[in-house]
């Protein structure tokens, strides 16, 4: 019998791993704090939210699943902070690959990291804890996302970048060589960025420029 698994967040992401997790998992249910997200999906129940957690983890009786946490941009935080919750309560976190997506030998994928469909991650690149690399994404080499990081559909990471912690990358945008992007930066959709982006900055446009700072 394939191992259970449940999924932390009920939208978006959840129904791209219900099908990932299709020959690999039984996914028991999900859990999402938000009132509006409770009907089951393609069978699997909502489980409740965070104040039926330990309920349910009791009635378990010590046979604990696998999680992964699927709250997607502008979550990087709150993704670490669930994955150590439920992780300190005995759960094993999970990674995330699609059949499709290509990992390259020397690279390296952190534990509760998501790589979607026909995604790269080349030689020696790194994805931290919790990482989404979406659709059609491509990480080139030795570049590094720190933990918490987000990659939108179709964005271009290019060599020897690095991406700071819970920074996110919107979709289809170009990262040029060599830069760094600081932490909880936001680089906006279409955007080619040919210089560093500033920790907690908004960056849009071709060429990227700052938009404005962002609070904490």
Known sequence: MKPGIIIWGGTG????????????????????????VRDPYRGIPCLGGAA?????LKARNGDLPDFIVSAGHTHGRARLA????????GLRPATAI???????????VSEGSMIFAQASLCAEARA????????????????????????????????????????DIYSGE???PRLRIGEGAVVGAGAVVRQDVPPRT???GNPARIIRSLEV
């Open 174 to 176: 170009v990262i040029l």
């Open 128 to 167: 931290g804890r919790c990482c989404i690399i979406n659709t059609r994404a491509s990480v080139d080499h030795e570049s590094v996302l720190e933990d918490g990081v987000s990659v939108g559909p179709g964005a271009i990471i290019t060599g020897l970048v690095h991406v700071g912690r819970c920074a």
């Open 82 to 89: 669930i994955h150590a919750d439920l992780e300190a309560r």
């Open 202 to 204: 908004l960056v849009a």
């Open 98 to 108: 699609h059949r499709t997506a290509f990992v390259a030998a020397t690279a390296a």
């Open 52 to 56: 039926d957690l330990d309920a349910w």
């Open 13 to 36: 992401n959840f129904k791209v791993l219900c099908e990932l997790f299709g020959d690999q998992y039984r996914v028991l249910g999900y859990f999402d704090n938000s009132p509006a």
